[in-house]
């Protein structure tokens, strides 16, 4: 009798393990991202609040922004990690007006938490009067995970814009 009480013990686990999870599958499956507006809208401020980041050499906002993951691909063709980016940006003083303006936000793909989508970025600079110019044009490949309900920033691939 008690071998059978067991083995009923067992199934009735079984089955609400196998319950909970099922209902985490569908949990998961109703939550499937779709490119939206309201989406593009919420990664592209994102992305802002990068760009103003990566200007203002605020390394706690980036570090909580990107994912340890995190890596670039340099228009030159460096690839830089998360803390080898953060170093690079910590030299140097801040200059108002200049830095990275990305505009043409546009999400060109979604993998379950993962979104891949482009832009157009113009970084200026001040040139040899002080003045603020056009340094150079980028298209821009830039990746984005939702970790724990929050976009977190995983990378970027920067290409430059040349005439052809």
Not at 70 to 99: C, N, Q, W, Y
Not at 108 to 126: E, M, Q, S
Request: net charge neutral; aromatic share 8%; with cysteine.
């Amino acid at each position: 009798m008690k071998k059978y009480l067991w083995v009923l013990v067992m199934c009735a686990l079984a089955g609400f393990s196998l319950s909970a999870q099922q209902k985490e599958m569908k949990s998961q499956k109703s939550e499937k991202l779709e490119i939206t507006p309201a989406l593009e809208q919420e990664l592209y401020a994102v992305e802002k609040v990068w760009m103003g980041g990566e200007h203002d050499k605020n390394m706690p906002l980036l570090e909580d922004l990107w994912t340890d993951q995190f890596f670039d691909v340099l228009a030159g063709g460096v690839i830089v990690s998360k803390h080898e980016m953060m170093d690079r940006m910590s030299k140097g003083p801040i200059v108002p007006g200049t830095g990275a303006f990305p505009d043409d936000f546009k999400i060109r793909a979604i993998y379950g938490n993962v979104v891949l989508a482009t832009d157009h970025t113009v970084i200026k600079a001040k040139d040899a009067n002080g003045n603020i110019v056009v340094a150079r044009e980028m298209r821009c490949l830039r990746m984005f995970v939702r970790e724990n309900g929050k976009w977190k920033v995983a990378g970027a691939g920067l290409v430059p814009i040349t005439a052809q």
